[in-house]
């Protein structure tokens, strides 16, 4: 069993002032494996206070200081890859082939913020003026537990690069991850005060935070009605805001695809994550004369994506990460059902021989309306949904005809007339990226999305320059 009494405070391991304590569980046997003790506000606000006593040293910090920083950071984490393996697996579920690549993000992605660190042009000319970009202030960082590492690191180096101290909030449901990496991060040898890692309650302790006067800026990924009441707390001391939020992304499967190929890709983009990624597409538009062949390939295609322990290597998708989102799946399930879509693969309950753990069945459903729940509403989980188009115009309409604007992927024929027309979709779908036959990841490209999926960008110098604030001086450089 373990227990986490700990949280992070100003280059310190320190109990917290809150006293509640909460379970963690291994979601593919549901059994407890530890306990974790919560931070409360007075501990958020003892953080608060100890970043905005650092702020003038972290902001004052030069260039060379800040990468020395973030390399030290990316060799404390990789250093503690094995231990983060087994506990992303534990804790979270994630299959190992998934695992191994989430516990190496976590410190690439420290490494691809130093590449846009080491050559952003901090100072400009702007006509007759110089425009210095500025730390924006002491900012509150607050991670979801489907990636919980590489949202810490990611997070924070952005943060730190552009000279800005953090408090961060992570999910509670991802203790045993965030003590690993915390310590990576306190073996790394920043200045005290750099960052603070408050493990507690969303309505308390990032509640606190989000409310604080002495945080300038709240960076966060969740669901789109926390990223809401974010805005609506941070309004009275005009935070500056960066939201990741959910998404219903559309997969636009063109009339010259080769099914045997793009089907794959198809339910890879829907299933990724064990269907726990804001990006899943999970919207499948296919040609409506091509309806039956595309089902058919589903079924064919269906079994490269078992559910399974996380510890077996054929393992695709993993356990839901708790009861309660076991719950909420099976209950779109059942909605689908409902609602008249008819099932091409999985269904409700466990995956066949699976009789404990939060498993969901790989599940695709067909003859599903744009206006059914099942294609409204972000699932966050295996379950995706197969949507008719007649033309191009109709399947640009059906992407469009959503609340969120995440992700996309448009998937047809090679060559280069094919990508062209793939292109010129792509260009008319409103979403923050759109993948065309590829669902690699870009580090240097912005992230973000349209529409209720979120405000502002991260990654590359779009998510550098979300902590950074320009300050015109005029005159001193007039000719």
Not at 63 to 84: D, F, G, H, Y
Not at 132 to 144: D, F, R, S
Not at 162 to 184: D, F, W
Not at 234 to 244: N, P
Request: glycine fraction near 8%; proline fraction near 5%.
């Amino acid at each position: 069993m373990h227990t986490i009494d700990k949280i992070y405070i100003n280059g310190a391991f320190v109990t917290p002032h809150g006293e509640e304590w909460f379970d963690l569980y291994n979601p593919a046997t549901e059994q407890t494996i530890g306990r974790v003790r919560l931070a409360d506000e007075a501990d958020a606000n003892a953080a608060i206070a100890a970043a905005r006593a650092a702020l003038p040293r972290i902001a004052s910090a030069s260039r060379e200081e800040r990468l020395a920083w973030l390399s030290r950071m990316e060799t404390a984490v990789r250093k503690r890859e094995a231990e983060l393996f087994d506990a992303v697996i534990e804790e979270y579920g994630a299959p190992v082939s998934r695992a191994r690549w989430m516990v190496d993000y976590a410190a690439d992605v420290i490494a691809h913020t130093a590449d846009v660190l080491r050559d952003y042009p901090f100072t400009r000319r702007a006509g007759t003026a110089e425009v210095t970009m500025t730390p924006v202030g002491v900012a509150g960082l607050i991670t979801p537990w489907n990636a919980n590492a590489s949202f810490i690191t990611g997070k924070l180096a952005t943060a730190l690069a552009a000279g800005c101290p953090a408090v961060i909030k992570p999910s509670e449901m991802s203790a045993l991850q965030t003590r690993i990496v915390t310590e990576a991060l306190h073996e790394a040898g920043l200045p005290p005060g750099a960052f603070h890692i408050v493990t507690g309650r969303g309505d308390v302790v990032g509640a606190a935070i989000t409310a604080h006067a002495d945080v300038a800026k709240i960076s966060f990924t969740g669901s789109t009605a926390v990223g809401k009441a974010i805005v609506r707390a941070g309004a009275d001391t005009l935070k500056r805001v960066t939201l990741e939020l959910g998404g219903k992304s559309p997969t636009i499967v063109l009339d010259d695809a080769d099914f045997a190929k793009v089907v794959p890709m198809a339910l890879q983009a829907g299933f990724m994550n064990s269907g726990q990624a804001c990006i899943a597409g999970t919207r499948i538009l296919v040609p409506e004369a091509r309806k039956e062949e595309f089902e058919a390939h589903v079924r064919d295609a269906i079994h490269q994506f078992p559910a399974g322990l996380p510890s077996d290597p054929t393992t695709a998708i993993g356990p839901m990460v708790s009861q309660r989102q076991w719950e909420r799946v099976q209950r779109y399930i059942a909605l689908g059902l409902e609602q008249g879509a008819r099932l091409v693969a999985g269904g409700p309950g466990r995956p066949d021989g699976l009789s404990a753990g939060w498993f969901v069945r790989p599940t695709v459903f067909t003859d599903v309306r744009n206006d059914m729940t099942i294609a409204r509403e972000e699932i966050f989980g295996p379950v995706l949904s197969i949507l008719t188009y007649r033309d191009e115009d109709e399947a640009i309409a059906i992407a469009n005809d959503t609340t969120y604007g995440l992700s996309a992927y448009v998937m047809g024929a090679d060559g280069e007339r094919a990508r062209r027309h793939a292109a010129r979709i792509a260009a008319r779908i409103e979403s923050g990226r759109v993948l065309v036959n590829t669902l690699a990841h870009e580090p240097k490209a912005p992230f973000g999305g349209f529409k209720q999926s979120g405000l502002g960008r991260e990654y590359g110098t779009f998510g550098l320059e979300a902590f950074l604030e320009p300050k015109s001086t005029l005159g001193v450089f007039a000719d």
